[in-house]
């Protein structure tokens, strides 16, 4: 749930991540889908099927729908757990599908893939925003998504610390930073989408990242 990084690096690295396509539409293959079984268990496996199924089935909801749908998925089928913990390291950006292959991950993958999982249901990037904030009650930095139904609108919070999803505004919990999505990163606050303020460079955990999705991205729909 929470970050022990510089908020300034999560920052680049989330811009950067944010380009990146979805694993082939979700077009995963048996032979992935055997393999994922193989390597963890048949719970794995389900959880993948189940994420296409929702992807799949969804995409003619009300958007209020599909956010209500996609924050339930991950908060329901994902176990928080830190990056040292699960992956043996400090800082580790997990793949939608590295998360739901094992069970777990921490805010930021879970924000991540609800960011992807809801453009692929077709909601516009442009009402969405990765959003980094100060959790005030644990004094500890948070990732969480922001859904704006206009550029004028209180945002929406979906997040992993609690299941409801609640207008910022009733998020006193939380105090916004920066906000982000594939095409723009802004200075955040409670009502707006914020200043837009630029851009992003080049860090080596963003290029192993996109290393590892596009070979994901390869197998998924290998037969």
Known sequence: MLLKRPLSLLVILTFLLLSLPLVADLNISSRVLDKIEAQYNKFARKRVEDWQKLVAENKDLPEAEKLELVNQFFNTNVLFIDDIDLWNKKDYWATPLEMLSIGGGDCEDYSIAKYFTLKELGVDEDKLRITYVKAKELNQA???????????????????????????????????????NGTGLWLAKSRGEGQRVGGSSRLSLWQDLEKRMQKQAEEATSE
């Open 142 to 180: 948070h990732m969480v998504l922001t859904y704006f139904k206009t550029k004028r609108s209180v945002p929406l919070v979906l997040d992993n610390l609690i299941t409801d999803i609640k207008p910022a505004t009733q998020r006193n919990d939380l105090t916004p930073v920066y906000s982000f």
